[in-house]
């Protein structure tokens, strides 16, 4: 799991959900990239991503890896964001049979994850159903 | 004239009844269903701390004030379950809503009263003009020793409220803080579970303060309790605060509203600012409110608002606290909840 | 550039090696490799390797290997990209072969799995995607591969059955295979009622923690001629990348990288897929099979599922698929898949694949992958 430095980069895009939008071809980019994969542009506008959106995919993780172990079985999913920006999380609050392709959902703040009793706590972006 | 200018409420929507804990310890369900008049309690997730609740509860206070989290000058949350003992929440709070980096932060900590704390702080920062805005959060996520009478309503929840000069959603006409040392109910360092006194904690710590803080404000503000039409005290159980404003002359109607801990539970540094998010959800324009908080250590916080005709316009823009009470309930059986909530010893 | 022919084969039996390091398990597969060429020489050196850093806590492994190998000073490298990184090596061998920059190269892959803790392993496979974005948030390879299971089962009918009949197939194959790591058949309903990992895959739909390597020697088609050698020829590379994240896919249901890699790998070799007598190919997941399928154009979008249940990729079927057991009954000790789908093949094309022989088979194709997709390795062999 990430170090201090690792994480704290990220608070940006983790808290925030800040990203940026391609001048060249629109395309929303989470987290914000040097070059645009769609159309090589290099110019970008500084945006926020949409708070709710729905399920593309997902599914029930049983084997956790490292740090995971006491949270398993958790959800997790894909989502397409109402503003086309695509995003992979955890989804929480939700029975795991209400899970299904389609569900609406939207983003809260939750803890992600512990470095053990001493580490730092690692926040960030959760689906919940809307 | 300053005030409240937003306000939110998160609850977590995880519940145990007092019998699932009853049960497991050999305790007469019905007895402590009757002598604290609490049902069932909040339970958090995992991935649900004072931080987290924070977070959702000011993104709700925010989307009542409509202003710029860039303008917020400071950000207090308070609350005896802090998930750091060095390293600020208040930071990642203004991390997350967009408030830093010119903005001022501290943790607050008063047993259940470092909610009103920060409030009162938040307040008294823009009634002096050294801010413009101010944002203040009771939150807690606190631990009931197991087996111990605590342990059924020991809950999570947090209030957030955002202070400011101009279109107010409720004016804050006069504050009064009344405490002492009385060593009622407390927590070591590394001590996991807190200790109390039993019932001293009752008439000398919770009824003497509530109580002073009350009168205390009721005069400096030359009013009596039939001038308010809601009242809002703190709810370490269903019982006493519905004792206390008997003892000082408050009726029913004015307490209900913001009586949530028969189905809440405790939730501490956000009890009483829950009963005013509660409260604010019904109120209407011109309504007086009084809210007195209640800290272990020992402490209370008064402050009277007076609602004004803004309340209408901003109460549907984010979740009404009863609709987070009500909604979507999952009840957990007595180890599930151990296991949320780190009780059961593991290896290192 | 040269044409390239594959001399030598050496691969040995793959499980938990619980008494052999990493630096014995190449070497061992090395020198059965270099014996089987007849030929006491090599140029270069190129191994595929996942992590034998995060693993065992190994970095320069190349020299390492070199060494025990007992063939310093000649120069080595170490590739990785992810499950593909014997594929790589393979093709970093081959371009060095074929572009006339070494002679004799030995091609290895390795990997060695067990010892770290289950969770660990999970977590070192788990580097193959995006770190801050995907395994971040506690993100597994099953767990995509269950994502991508249940988008394609969502949009094209895709059964729970016919995910399980890829596992049964390649255990049967898998069964005459005396080096595989799994070598016992399974049936549907054992691999439907196997334990879930991430739903829906079960842990009958997943290849498995494995310790082995796997090598081949390369060098010049004439020099192959010249010792009167089998020869079969590599005739196509081809490799692609993708977007590292799943989330970030065009399509999350579609494999776009082997679909490129493979046509690169086809063109260069002259050939249709339709030409292939044979394929092995990376069912790290029982998914992955059916998309792989669909990718090569083996079956039609959505139709991957429908193929292995009319048998289409049995190994008696139209285009058999994986007779060596593949990742799931073989094992997949990562760095050394790509490398051990080329023994396969050229066992085959030799005809020397015993009780699972695809009968007459002159044309077999690889095709590798690393991640969710975000890399391809395909490669072309063929028998003169």
């Known amino acids: 799991m990430p170090t201090p430095s690792r994480y704290w980069r990220e608070i940006p895009q983790r808290y925030r959900l800040e990203a940026e939008k391609c001048k060249g071809c629109g395309l929303i980019l989470f987290p914000p990239r040097l070059v645009c994969p769609q159309c090589g542009k290099r110019e970008f506008e500084r945006t926020k991503l949409a708070g709710t959106g729905k399920l593309l995919t997902y599914t029930v993780i049983r084997v956790a890896p490292e740090g995971f172990e006491d949270q398993s079985p958790y959800a997790v999913g894909i989502a397409e964001l109402d503003d086309g920006a695509r995003l992979t999380a955890q989804v929480v609050d939700c029975d795991f049979s209400r899970l299904k392709v389609g569900l609406r959902v939207k983003l809260e703040f939750r803890k992600i994850h512990e470095d053990g009793a001493a580490g730092v706590i690692h926040y960030g972006y959760k689906f919940v159903p809307e | 004239m300053s005030g409240i200018i937003g306000y939110g409420a998160y609850i977590p929507r995880n519940r145990i009844k007092v019998e699932e804990i009853a049960k497991v310890w050999g305790a007469d369900a019905p007895s402590y269903k009757k002598g604290l008049l609490l049902e069932e309690k909040a339970v958090p997730s995992p991935d649900q701390d004072t931080i987290t609740m924070s977070v959702e509860a000011s993104k709700n206070a925010l989307r009542r004030a409509g202003i710029d989290p860039r303008e917020i000058g400071a ?31 501290a943790d607050l900590e008063f047993a259940c009263k470092a909610g009103t704390e920060g409030m009162f702080i938040a307040l008294s920062l823009v009634q002096a003009g050294a801010i413009k805005y101010g944002l203040a959060v009771g939150a807690d996520t606190s631990q009931g020793a197991p087996g111990d009478a605590l342990e059924y ?21 006069d504050t009064f803080s009344y405490t002492t040392d009385t060593p009622d ?38 009013m009596k309790p039939s001038d308010f039409d809601y009242v809002v005290f703190h709810q370490p159980n269903g019982k006493f605060p519905l004792r206390v404003g008997e003892m000082l002359g408050f009726v029913r109607k004015q307490i209900d509203p913001g009586w949530l801990v028969p189905k809440l539970g405790n939730t501490y540094s956000g009890s009483s600012p829950l009963g005013l998010t509660a409260t604010l959800d019904i109120a209407k324009p011109g309504n007086m409110i009084l809210i007195v908080s209640y800290g272990s250590g020992a402490g209370s916080d008064g402050f009277i608002f007076r609602v004004t005709d803004r309340i209408d316009e901003v109460r549907e823009l984010a979740p009404r606290t009863r609709d987070l009470l009500d909604r979507d309930k999952v009840y957990l059986e007595y180890g599930t909840y151990a296991k949320y909530r780190r009780k059961i010893r593991k290896a290192e | 550039m040269r044409d390239v022919a594959v001399i030598g084969l050496g691969m040995t039996k793959w499980g938990e090696l619980w008494a052999k390091p990493l630096r014995s398990i190449f070497v061992e597969a090395a020198l059965l490799a270099i014996e089987d060429a007849g030929l006491d020489r090599i140029d270069s050196m190129v191994v595929g390797c996942m992590s034998s850093g995060l693993f065992v806590g190994q970095e320069h492994l190349a020299s390492l290997l070199s060494d025990y190998l007992g063939r310093n000073p000649i120069p080595a490298a170490r590739v990785e990209s992810a499950c593909s990184s014997g594929g790589l090596a393979l093709r970093q061998g081959f371009i060095e072969v074929a572009s006339g920059m070494s002679d004799v190269v030995l091609v290895g892959g390795v990997e060695k799995m ?66 595989a790591q799994f070598p016992s058949k399974v049936t549907v309903e054992m691999v439907n009622q196997s334990v879930l990992v991430a739903d829906p895959l079960r842990i009958l739909d997943c290849s498995p923690i494995t310790d082995g390597a796997a090598a081949v020697v390369l060098c010049p088609l004439d020099m192959a001629k010249r010792m009167k050698k089998p020869a079969v020829r590599i005739t196509g590379s081809g490799q692609a990348t993708d977007t590292i994240s799943l989330s970030s896919r065009k399509d999350i249901t579609r494999l776009e990288s082997t679909h490129i890699a493979a046509g690169k790998a086809l063109a260069m070799a002259g050939r249709k897929i339709e030409d292939m007598d044979l394929f092995e190919v990376h069912d790290c997941f029982t998914i992955a099979e059916i998309m792989i399928t669909e990718a090569l154009g083996l079956a039609a979008p959505g139709q991957g599922g429908k193929a292995v249940e009319d048998g289409v990729t049995g190994l008696r079927g139209k285009h058999p698929v994986n007779p060596s057991g593949g990742l799931k009954s073989k094992g997949h000790p990562v760095g050394a898949t790509g490398v051990a789908q080329a023994v396969e093949v050229v066992k085959q094309l030799r005809g020397e694949a015993g009780e699972r022989q ?21 490669h072309v062999f063929e028998a003169d």
């Not at chain 2, 003992?85 to 709070?93: D, E, F, I, M, Y």
């Not at chain 2, 309503?153 to 006409?173: D, M, N, P």
């Not at chain 2, 009752?202 to 803080?213: C, I, L, Q, S």
């Open chain 2, 75 to 105: 950000v207090y949350i308070g609350s005896e379950s802090h998930p750091y003992a060095v390293k600020p929440s208040g930071t990642v709070l203004a991390e997350a809503i967009g408030a830093t980096p010119d903005v001022h932060t």
């Open chain 2, 153 to 173: 309503s020991a809950a999570a929840g947090a209030a957030a409220f955002i202070f400011g000069r101009e279109k107010l959603v409720a004016e804050a006409l």
């Open chain 3, 358 to 378: 695809v009968k007459g088979a002159k044309r077999g194709l690889t095709q590798n992958m690393g991640g969710t997709g975000g890399s391809a390795l395909v």
């Open chain 2, 185 to 222: 109910f407390w927590r070591r360092e590394y001590q996991y579970y807190p200790q109390h006194g039993g019932r001293f904690t009752g008439d000398p710590a919770y009824f003497k303060h509530v109580m002073g803080a009350a009168q205390g404000l009721l005069a400096k503000a030359k």
């Open chain 3, 114 to 179: 067990t010892d770290v803790t289950g969770c660990e392993a999970t977590f070192a496979l788990g580097t193959a995607a995006d770190q801050e974005y995907e395994s971040y948030h506690g993100l597994t390879f099953p767990g995509l591969y269950a994502m991508m299971a249940v988008a394609h089962m969502h949009r094209y009918g895709t059964t729970r059955d016919q995910l399980s009949m890829v596992a049964v197939k390649n255990h049967d194959n898998g069964s005459k295979n005396p080096l």
